[in-house]
């Protein structure tokens, strides 16, 4: 019945290889942006019973409440604790000063001289 409604002409069921590049694209950026709005909304959970339960039982309560399935729940987790690990655990880089510029970027040929 819908076949007739719907000819496949109009809808061709496979796409083009550059509208199927644009569509990955498109549902990557959306992707990210609900794991974005988990990871905030998980912060906000973890700052909101941080008086009642640790960061880690926040995040998981949190998880299990909105009933996100994996591997999108591992993803949500290890990205808030990483947030909140930001300010506890800073990054530690080398120091621009402990290398020195004018240094050779190789080691230096060591050739016998002969006497």
């Known amino acids: 019945m819908f ?4 000819p496949e002409s109009l809808f061709p069921r496979k796409l083009s290889e550059n509208a199927e590049r644009r569509l990955r694209l498109a549902q990557a950026r959306a992707e990210e942006s609900v794991i974005r ?3 905030d909304n998980a912060l906000m959970f973890v700052d909101t ?10 995040i998981d309560n949190y998880i299990r409440v909105m009933g996100i399935p994996e ?9 808030t604790l990483v947030v909140l690990g930001q300010d506890l655990v800073p990054y530690r880089k080398r120091a621009k000063e402990d290398v020195r510029i004018d240094e050779p970027t190789r080691p230096a040929l060591r050739i016998a001289r002969s006497r």
């Open 71 to 79: 591997p999108l729940a591992s993803v949500v987790a290890t990205r």
């Open 37 to 39: 709005a988990h990871v």
């Open 49 to 58: 019973l941080a008086e009642d339960l640790s960061f880690d039982r926040a």
């Open 3 to 6: 076949g007739r409604l719907l």
